[in-house]
Structures are given as C-alpha cells and as structure tokens.
C-alpha cells in the first residue's frame, strides 16, 4: 500500500539551547554598552610585574573631606626611603590655613630650641623664626586636622604635640638639626620623638625650602628642582606649597635613630614662610636602652 507524503508544521516552541543563545547575546549587548560609557572595565595585565610594586605615586581613593573649606585631589608622593619622607598634597585647604595663621597672629613670639640639659626652651641663632603653640583639640577645626593627621599616618591622635605655628620672614631660616632627642632627660620626660608633619600654609616665591642635606635619594629628581633656590640644590629639598604635608620620620623601622633624617630651613629669599609643624609621636614607641 502507497502512502500519501505530508508535510509537517515547523515546531514553535524554542530549544533550550536556541534560548541559552539569546540569553548571552543579551548580556554582550549589555557589557559592551558599560563599557563603552567607562561605567565597567577589564583588568590588563601587560606582564611587567614590576608595577605591582610601584608606589611612587599613590593616589588615596574614598578619602573623606572633613574640615573647613574645600580641598583638591589629595594624593600622596613618595620623596626618600632614607629618610622615609612623604608629601601629602591638598593636605589642608586655603581656609584652614587663613585660619591657623590668623589664630596664632596674635602670640608670636621669637622661635627657641631645647636646651638638652634641662629640657627647658631657650633662644639660639641656629633658629630665627617666630612661632606659636596650639593646644591640642582646642576647637572643632583642630581637631578635624589632628584627626585627618592620624588618618594619614596611621598614628592615634594622644600621640601628637599640639600643633606648632611658625612664621618665617625674608632671610629667617632653622639651621639642619635633628628632631629626636639626643639626651636622657628629654627622653624620659615624654618619651621619644619618631615622626614629624610640617604643614605648608603659603607659598613662597622663592626659598623657605625643607632640605635634608644628609638623604641619601636622588636630588634633582624632585620635579621642582629647577624652581629651589641655592640653599635648597644642596641635598633632598621640598619646595613650600600651600596646603601640602610633608610627613618624615626620624626613627627607622627597628626603632633605631636615623641620621639621614637631618633637616632644616632653607632662608627666605622672597615672601613669606607660615609653616604649622611639630606633630610628634611620643611616648608609646620609645628607644630603649
């Protein structure tokens, strides 16, 4: 018997692998759009593993702008490994440093150094600046900056001298000098000094640099080198900017004394200097005979 051939009706209903397909080209569609509006990326290894390890510039993310007045890209530049020395740009904004200068106007009085006998103050020619103590905490702008000081170096605010307001006129200077004690008395009064911040709160047109004769890092490497004075081509040196911190340490990380952290202040050429300085950590991490 002969049958009759027939056609059948085409079956509607998708495969799941025809529906696997639409699923993916939908979801290639969608990443190629992210990343076309730079809301996603793919991570690039190019193979040089050396990056990895690269912290010449480190830029702090979700950093939280506390404080008065408003700050710009807040990054961080590494100067020297000997002295381990650090620049915080954008540390303070133009308001806040208006404000230091003009709480500490009216109680300038004649910089001194420590006399390491008595660890009293006294007036020595190696300093010629005029200069301020705050009290620690004293009011809520200061205290945001103390806070934003621990943030950034990672050490708790009970540890910190107040702050130290100075103001250097044309031709004043801070000769090279250490910040750690040499001496017995001053070392058991607070403890050993291992860390210090200076705050720049005005630029200056020419000198004021920070210099560390004794770094062992290269000197003309700094990207303002051709804008320091003579003084300041003499070692490592931090050209004054307003609002920036340099942030350097005076002991090693095995808690020994570092020579390389020698400082001092370059002379005024012209302008002026106001520096907030002397956030010290004392007393918990000691030098211990």
Not at 27 to 54: C, E, H, Q, R, T
Not at 109 to 119: L, Q, W
Not at 234 to 259: E, H, I, N, Q, Y
Request: proline share 4%; net charge neutral; aromatic share 10%.
């Amino acid at each position: 018997m002969v049958k009759g051939r027939y056609s059948r009706m085409p079956n509607r209903r998708s495969s799941p692998l025809t529906l696997l397909l639409a699923i993916l080209l939908m979801l290639s569609v969608v990443i190629l759009m992210l990343l076309a509006l730079g809301i996603f990326s793919i991570p690039v290894n190019s193979g040089d593993s050396s990056k990895a390890n690269d912290l010449s510039s480190v830029r702090l993310q979700n950093v939280v702008k506390t404080g008065l007045g408003e700050r710009g890209d807040q990054w961080t530049e590494i100067l020297s490994w000997e002295p381990r020395a650090f620049v915080y740009h954008n540390f303070l904004s133009k308001e806040e440093c208006d404000y230091l200068i003009e709480l500490a106007k009216p109680f300038m009085e004649k910089s001194t150094v420590v006399d390491s006998a008595t660890g009293k103050s006294k007036d020595s020619r190696v300093r010629t600046s005029s200069g301020t103590f705050l009290r620690r905490g004293r009011d809520k702008i200061i205290r945001d900056i103390e806070k934003r000081i621990a943030d950034f170096t990672f050490i708790p605010v009970e540890h910190g001298e107040g702050l130290q307001i100075l103001h250097y006129e044309v031709g004043q200077k801070y000769e090279p000098h250490y910040d750690y004690f040499l001496d017995e008395f001053n070392t058991k009064n607070g403890g050993q000094r291992i860390a210090t911040v200076l705050m720049y709160l005005s630029d200056v047109e020419e000198g004021g640099e920070t210099l560390f004769p004794g770094s062992k890092a290269n000197f003309s490497s700094v990207p303002w080198w051709n804008e320091l004075s003579e003084c300041g081509k003499k070692g490592l040196s931090v050209k004054p900017r307003m609002g920036d911190a340099l942030l350097f340490w005076s002991m090693r990380p095995d808690a020994t004394l570092d020579p390389s952290s020698l400082h001092g202040g370059c002379p005024v050429i012209s302008g002026n200097k106001w520096s907030s300085t002397k956030w010290l950590h004392i007393n918990e991490y000691k030098v211990l005979g």
